[in-house]
């Protein structure tokens, strides 16, 4: 359970497992495309941290996600299912690993705050997050540029936003960050990619080349 607060995205919360799980795709023909849209940045960011063989298949199989076939759909939504419940049985309460799960956030809840949580969904505000960490991750060596370009064209491809236009300056932007929940000691940890299929969590990137990406992106 996550509650938004006016200084930031998901502050308050509390863990609870549930006694069971319904996904009843039919409920996804209620959604409008671009609520349908927000939904699969989600799906798309298993395949980026922790699954090349999904990210692939999505890219294959693009056109039948858009049109809801329903046994493309189950099949994305099996997958995705199973690589969170494989990374919330090893860290439940987000001490390490789960912070995978994240990719992306950290940018996106800025942009997301920042519009007081109107004019943008949360899937939206997920896909730009993930191009600026896809972004810095390409800064500092770690993915290659054609890379950076097959997950932006993922995105585009379920007509999901790449960039973004906010009210804030580049110091507002960077302040707004350090209240994530992934700061400690004073150190804000990311989610950066290692290649698609793979990503990590560390403090160890470079201030000047994150200020960099979000400067591109403003």
């Known amino acids: 359970t996550g509650v938004n607060h006016p200084l930031g995205k998901n502050m308050i919360g509390a863990f609870y497992q549930p006694r069971g799980v319904i996904a009843d795709i039919s409920t ?4 409008s495309k671009r ?3 927000a939904g699969m940045a989600e799906v798309i960011k298993y395949g980026l941290i922790r699954d090349y063989a999904f990210f692939e298949w ?3 199989n693009a056109t039948a996600l858009i049109d809801q076939n329903e046994v493309i759909l189950a099949r994305a939504i099996k997958r995705s299912c199973e690589v969170k419940a494989e990374v919330v049985a090893v860290d439940e309460r987000e001490g390490g690993l789960r912070a995978i799960l994240n990719l992306g956030h950290t940018f ?6 920042a519009m007081h949580y109107r004019g943008v969904l949360h899937g939206e505000a997920v896909a730009i997050g993930t ?3 896809a972004r810095l991750s390409e800064k500092h060596g770690w993915i290659s540029s054609q890379e950076v370009v097959r997950i932006r064209e993922i995105f585009e491809a379920f007509s999901l936003p790449v ?3 906010i009210p804030l300056t580049l110091d507002e932007y960077c302040d707004a960050m350090m209240l994530d929940k992934k700061v400690k000691d004073a150190k804000l940890n990311l989610i950066l990619l ?3 299929g793979s990503a990590h969590i560390t403090h160890a990137y470079d201030q000047t080349l994150l200020r960099e990406t979000i400067a591109e992106f403003l």
């Open 108 to 113: 996106g809840h800025v942009i997301e705050s």
């Open 28 to 31: 996804l023909q209620t959604l």
């Open 35 to 37: 609520e349908f849209a």
């Open 131 to 133: 191009m600026m960490a």
């Open 194 to 196: 290692e290649k698609i």
């Open 58 to 60: 999505i890219e294959s």
């Open 163 to 165: 960039t973004f236009n």
